[in-house]
């Protein structure tokens, strides 16, 4: 191709981009950057802003706050991850299964995961009501009195959970069951006379060519739920006596209702460095076991 | 051309005195006339605007959760209206960070007025080291609602001013009824009540020079005992489970809740919806008696271009008989004039008989102990407060942790 056709794929390809890249530059970049200068200095939105060097990030790592923000955030994805994961890939395995109706249940179980926040956070608000909920009032009907949930600090982050993963279950199915059709018939059939059981055709076939998926809704889940936020926001708003209260949820209030914009910058980028490290930590492991099996 | 040399004339005139050639416009920002009494702010500026050709009013409202974050950032982006509403706790903020116009010069050279119209307390609320930095448009308060009826079929006797928690406890476990679902008595724990129920035993959070934190002294750790006790050892109160979500004027209009410690915003409310006799009274306190007092504020931006129009304006909506009047008859808060005359129209309304009670609990008002960092310091406080409350710390343990995370905010 000549250069002069080359610069006018270009100039077409720039001018196509840069609606989007316009929105991504003024949206996401200038406001990330921002907040990065932004942790440097302390600015309460009314007053000068005033530089204060790496304080921000001290003060951050020795605040209690902080801490139990991220323990309450570990403690979210301990009980988030596992679950989604696995209930999804028993989901996907079973619809796989289905000749019939699998697009009918698909879409049921991704209907969650398109329905908004608040809608889901709302609803779950009221199915997790101690007196009244549908959740309480079925565990009556088998003679358990049911918990607290959402009042009581011991049940408030099962409560969150047991949301979180209901609305997400229908992704994380989706992209199992493309994993589990892109897995070649003729290896079931070759297992098939070899006389393995459905069980050892599972960890040996099933299960290793699902590693790629597994590695990438793992990836998703454990970055989203790092941020955790919204469902949190609406059903406890960090409560009861900070029960619930994640990472997000202390960036937010720092922000907006203590008007902490260095602090909550700060905060920001310290989730960040995490989030980075332990996505970088999952590719190393994920490199390694490839390696090991090839 | 001459139609162009004119229309040059005009433009020159208009640039050189714009205050002359076209209307000055205020940009008003409230949080209190939204969603209810919007029909009373637009008849409140068509009067204004009649008072006082050349001035206009524009408005913006925002919900009361979203208002102060779209302040801040109007603020912030320097676009803040000309005269916004603040209550007093955000108040000393904005002041303390400048961002609010001194109105003490405006208020001297605008002879024929004297800041005697307002309630005293009231205005020395939006006054910060001898400067007036507000004016105080409206108040409420909180007092002892009760169910005549819930009292009557228990054989109880009514509230009296005389009352200390010792017979509003005896009175409680009388018309608490597990059987109907019925509890004696309700005040929620949180950081607000908590201020000032400690005041009703003589105790507070900060000393008065606000340098000495005084939240964990033995008094207050009396008195979250007894807040607690009322829900767990003597059971009159419900608990944040056996509530289950409703509110505590939802359950008092449902004849669930016997005597309720709430705001004299939910007079209009009762009024129209509870269907049985009730009243208010002053609260019972322990040695004291201590009563809550919230204050509305309007303030001028310290950016306004307008000043002298924007306090024209802020005086006319808090003190005119105007917006007074409006005010009254639409029970838009109660307007913070000294007036006992404009007041009479409140006095007078039918339900709940007592309306006078609502004055009477102004000579034992107490405000909170705002600090700069006053949202970090409820929110601190506050989860400390449930911490006892769910018997997680005691409430020596709670108060002593909140008397850390307070010295850390000073």
Redo the contacts between chains.
């Keep these: 191709m000549s250069p002069a056709a080359d610069r006018s794929k270009y100039l077409a390809l720039t001018v196509l981009l840069l609606p989007s890249l316009a929105g991504m530059v003024v949206f996401l970049m200038a406001p990330v950057l921002s907040s990065l200068v932004l942790s440097f200095s302390q600015w ?4 000068e802003l005033s530089w204060v060097g790496l304080d921000n990030y001290v003060a951050a790592l020795g605040d209690p706050a902080v801490l139990g923000a991220l323990r309450n955030t570990l403690t979210f994805i301990l009980g988030y991850l596992p679950s989604v994961v696995l209930i999804a890939l028993g989901l996907a395995l079973l619809l796989n299964r289905l000749i019939r109706g699998r697009a009918v249940f698909r879409a049921i179980y991704f209907v969650p995961v398109v329905t908004s926040w608040v809608a889901v956070s709302l609803i779950w ?1 009221w199915l997790l ?5 549908l959740i309480n009032f079925a565990l009556g009907a088998i003679g358990i009195k049911g918990p ?1 949930w959402l ?3 011991a049940w408030a982050m099962t409560g969150v959970i047991l949301t979180s993963v209901w609305k997400d279950i229908g992704f994380v199915t989706v992209i199992y069951l493309a994993g589990l059709q892109d897995i070649p018939e003729p290896l079931y059939e070759a297992a098939a006379l070899d006389g393995a059981t459905p069980w050892q055709r599972f960890w040996s076939i099933t299960f290793p060519m699902l590693a790629p998926t597994t590695f990438f809704v793992t990836t998703i889940s454990l970055i989203s739920s790092f941020q955790v936020f919204d469902q949190v926001w609406i059903m406890t708003q960090g ?4 029960a619930t209260s994640v990472m997000v949820e202390l960036i937010y ?1 720092n922000a ?4 902490k914009m260095g602090y909550a910058s700060a905060i920001s980028w310290v989730l960040f460095a995490l989030i980075f490290a332990v996505t970088i930590a999952q590719n190393l492991l994920q490199k390694k076991l490839d390696r090991s099996d090839g | 051309m001459l139609r162009r040399t004119f229309t040059g004339l005009l433009l020159a005139t208009a640039l050189i005195t714009p205050a002359l050639a076209e209307d000055v416009t205020i940009k008003y920002m409230t949080f209190s006339a939204a969603p209810n009494y919007l029909k009373e702010l637009d008849a409140t500026i068509a009067a204004f605007e009649a008072e006082h050709p050349g001035i206009k009013v524009t408005y913006e409202t925002a919900a009361w959760d979203a208002y102060f ?1 779209k302040l ?2 109007v ?2 982006a320097k676009q803040a209206p000309d005269a916004f509403e603040l209550n007093f706790e955000n108040f000393v903020t ?1 002041a303390e ?3 609010l116009a001194d109105l003490t010069p405006l208020i001297a050279a605008d002879t024929g007025f004297s800041t005697s119209v307002y309630n005293p307390t009231a205005l020395a609320a939006f006054a910060q080291d001898g400067k007036q930095y507000g004016l105080v448009e409206s108040f409420s308060n909180v007092v002892l609602f009760y169910n005549k009826d819930l009292f009557d079929a228990a054989g109880v006797a009514y509230p009296t001013a005389d009352w200390t928690w010792k017979e509003e406890l005896e009175a409680a476990q009388k018309l608490t009824d597990p059987a109907k679902g019925v509890w004696g008595d309700f005040a929620p724990i949180q950081f607000w009540e908590f201020y000032k129920t400690i005041a009703q035993n003589g105790g507070s959070i900060l000393s008065p020079d606000k340098k000495t934190v005084t939240i964990d002294s033995p008094e207050n750790v009396e008195t979250l005992t007894w807040m607690i006790d009322k829900v767990n050892s003597y059971k009159v109160t419900p608990s ?3 509530m ?2 409703q509110s505590s004027e939802d359950l008092f209009k449902a004849g669930k809740i016997a005597m309720l410690r709430t705001g004299i915003w939910l007079l209009g409310d009762f009024a129209a919806n509870a269907k049985f006799k009730w009243d208010i009274a002053l609260e019972p306190g322990k040695t004291n008696k201590a009563h809550h007092f919230f204050a509305n504020g309007v303030a001028v931006s310290a950016n306004s271009a307008h000043p002298a129009e924007a306090y024209q304006w802020i005086k006319f909506l808090t003190s005119s008989k105007a917006a007074v009047d409006l005010r009254i008859a639409a029970g838009w808060e109660l307007p913070a004039v000294s007036d006992a005359a404009a007041l009479q129209g409140y006095l007078d309304q039918p339900v709940p008989e007592s309306r006078e009670v609502v004055f009477q609990a102004l000579d034992t008002a107490v405000v909170p102990p705002v600090i700069g ?1 006053w ?2 310091l409820t ?1 601190a406080v506050g ?1 400390e407060l ?2 006892a ?2 018997g ?1 710390k005691t409430p020596e343990q709670a108060l002593k942790d909140a008397k850390t995370a307070i010295e850390g905010l000073l």
């Design positions: 309460d939105l009314i007053g608000k009501n101690p007196q009244y909920g607290g009042f009581d600090p409560g009861p006596a900070g209030k907006f209702s203590y008007y | 974050t801040q950032t603020v912030a904005y960070k400048g961002a944040d489970v056996e289950a979500g960092n949202n970090q929110d989860k449930e911490a409350k769910l997680q």
